[in-house]
């Protein structure tokens, strides 16, 4: 998934980036509130890690700019603050949860995963469509029980089809989500991952429509008999 870090201590940034990168996640990093919003103009984005103390402003700014523009990503804070007034105005301006510093970068990765799959109605921690299962945390996607064996951007664009089921993802949206604003790949390389992938699921309760012009849809047996 692509998320975005805005944080400009290098040191949190960079541990914050590299474990949610281990993740198979596409991280973008802003040090400012002027950087925050020329990347979320940008592009969009599956989840924000928010620092409140910017060196150009409150990252509460940032969170209610956003909310002003009607855009729903959801956004976890963090807080060097003790105040409870601190955590009420987050939660207030539409963050999703908060975390106060100096915190464990295992909890936030929880976190982050716990945000995302409410976002996608799911209450446990795997992703399903049938009989298709995807573990968040383990990265391990099974068909029936058995274990399929795909690759970590595979499991990224996995990830993405089943937390937006029954969406239309247009090519140019999957290239930013799997590789990122600044990667050379293009709309082929998005036609290659998915072909790729249909075959890693044949046989799953998961199909990966191709509407023409559009984009992608995901589409499992519940969401089928919705569309029609």
């Known amino acids: 998934m692509h998320f975005l870090v805005v944080e400009d201590t290098d ?6 980036t590299e474990r949610l990168s281990r993740g ?4 973008d990093r802003a040090v400012s509130l002027e950087d925050a919003k ?3 103009s940008a592009s969009a984005y599956d989840l ?40 009420i105005g987050a939660l207030d301006f539409g963050a999703d949860d ?22 996608s109605g799911e209450a446990g921690a795997r992703l399903s469509a049938g009989n298709l299962e995807f573990d968040m945390a383990t990265r391990l996607a099974t ?10 951007r595979e499991q990224v664009l996995l990830e ?27 709309p ?12 890693k699921l044949c046989g799953a309760d998961l199909e990966i429509r191709t509407l023409r012009g559009l984009g992608y849809q995901a589409l499992s047996p519940t969401s089928k008999m919705v569309a029609r």
């Open 11 to 16: 040191d949190v940034s960079e541990a914050i």
């Open 48 to 87: 924000v890690v928010l620092d409140i103390n910017l060196p150009d402003g409150s990252g509460l700014d940032f969170l209610k700019w956003l909310r002003q523009r009607k855009d729903a990503v959801p956004v976890l804070v963090l807080t060097a603050r003790l105040a409870v007034d601190d955590k």
């Open 24 to 27: 198979g996640h596409i991280c």
């Open 143 to 152: 068909v029936n029980g058995e274990p399929l064996q795909l690759t970590p």
């Open 160 to 186: 993405i089809f089943l937390i937006h089921k029954g969406r239309v993802l247009e090519k140019d949206e999957l290239v930013t989500r799997l590789f990122g604003m600044e990667a050379d790949a293009g």
């Open 98 to 119: 908060y975390m106060v510093k100096p915190f464990d970068l295992g909890e936030l990765e929880a976190r982050v995963r716990a945000i995302v799959r409410r976002r």
């Open 188 to 199: 082929n390389a998005i036609e290659l991952y998915v072909g790729r992938l249909r075959r």
């Open 38 to 40: 020329h990347f979320a």
